[in-house]
């Protein structure tokens, strides 16, 4: 079974920066994607942004040129860095592989970040 800690998650002002951290028990290597997903209170689990093992990236329109996505193969984990921090970035933010037909999806628990002045 593999695991998906989260870490990193806060209150932080309008602004703000914040750095997420998803620790994966496995190599990260073995998963060509790996993916930010948040979901805020009454709303749908939305993808955030998404990473290739060849390091191509993808940015939900929201958070375009302000969050980075990253992966450091190495130490198996991947990043979220978030600048410019909004109110309405505030959400549960979680860590996913994806399922492919070569291995289940896998999920973190979650982190919250709160955006409040």
């Known amino acids: 079974q593999v695991q998906l800690v989260e870490s990193g998650g806060g209150l932080v002002q309008p602004g703000g920066s914040l750095r997420l951290s998803c620790a994966v028990s496995k190599s990260i290597l073995s998963f060509n994607d790996m993916a930010w997903y948040r979901q805020a209170p009454g709303k749908q689990r939305e993808l955030v942004a998404s990473i290739t093992s060849g390091g191509r990236t993808n940015y939900a329109d929201s958070v375009k040129g302000r969050f980075t996505i990253s992966r450091d193969n190495a130490k198996n984990t991947v990043y979220l860095k978030m600048d410019t921090l909004k109110p309405e970035d505030t959400a549960v933010y979680y860590c996913?592989?994806?399922?492919?037909?070569?291995?289940?999806?896998?999920w973190g628990q979650g982190t919250q970040v709160t955006v409040s002045s």
């Open positions: 996913n592989v994806p399922g492919t037909p070569f291995h289940p999806g896998y």
